[in-house]
């Protein structure tokens, strides 16, 4: 079993820039899938960003090229850089681990994993 927590989130102007942190704790000595995912009011968690098996990471079309996953084996933490900021961006970002990380994708896809942390919120203001 892992914990996670969020750390980074706060309120910035339509343009600016956040990086949100992730620490996972306990289990840490086995392998999982890396994910971030957010949750706007009124709307249904979406995949932001997640690292797959080989390193490779994938994005949800709205942030592919503004967002940056990245993971510190060392640190044991998670990083979501996060850069040009829109107002649809606002929302609760949280981290996420599944210990099936063959399966990281289709996990990612159906926002099915094992654990979450409990949230940062970011606001974007025009």
């Known amino acids: 079993q892992v914990q996670l927590a969020e750390s980074g989130g706060g309120s910035v102007q339509s343009g600016g820039s956040l990086r949100l942190s992730c620490v996972v704790s306990?289990?840490?000595?086995?392998?999982?899938?890396l994910a971030w995912f957010r949750q706007a009011p009124g709307k249904e968690r979406e995949g932001v960003a997640v690292?797959?098996?080989?390193?490779?990471?994938n994005y949800a079309d709205s942030v592919n090229g503004r967002f940056t996953i990245s993971q510190d084996n060392a640190k044991n933490t998670l990083y979501l850089q996060m850069n040009s900021l829109k107002p649809e961006d606002t929302a609760v970002y949280s981290c996420?681990?599944?210990?099936?990380?063959?399966?990281?994708?289709?996990?990612?896809?159906?926002?099915?994993?094992?654990?979450w942390g409990q949230g940062t919120q970011v606001t974007v203001s025009s």
């Open positions: 996420a681990a599944d210990r099936r990380w063959w399966e990281c994708r289709g996990a990612f896809v159906k926002a099915e994993f094992d654990y």
């Open positions: 306990g289990n840490t000595s086995r392998r999982y899938c």
């Open positions: 690292i797959l098996e080989g390193g490779m990471t």
